[in-house]
């Protein structure tokens, strides 16, 4: 058992101390942060947070950036790597082959959907400047949808 009529005489009491106030105020942080840099992206008709894929088209997922990684996310921007995919749709989209491209991507145009705050534009491009597939450009940008 702690003797507290001990450690009030000793150094210990102030080293609790500070522990405690100490992991007061990183969970004060920590949960006002969490609940005031809440923000979504738009994904298809889904509200998601940082999705690991977003779809150009919805109805039939032809050209999508997946295996997305988040460098930065925060009430204005996101900004990730990731990698564009496009079907050739040859000699159907069901059996069409997959062109992909490495690029960097940009979330912005923040909106107030509900109580929350969504990311709404996509802009993106190629991390070497050649053209994304089937395409004669090398960067692009989506309304998400």
Known sequence: MINFNELKNSKGWLVILLTILGLIAGTFTYINRATSEQVYIKNCGLVDFKPESLTAYCADAGIVITN???ITWGSTEG???GTYQANDCKPDCASGKWKSAKVEVRATNPEQIG???VLTKLTFRTENEKYL???NISHDSWELP
């Open 68 to 70: 997305l990684e988040w």
């Open 79 to 81: 900004t990730a790597t």
């Open 115 to 117: 109580a929350k705050t």
């Open 133 to 135: 597939p089937l395409s």
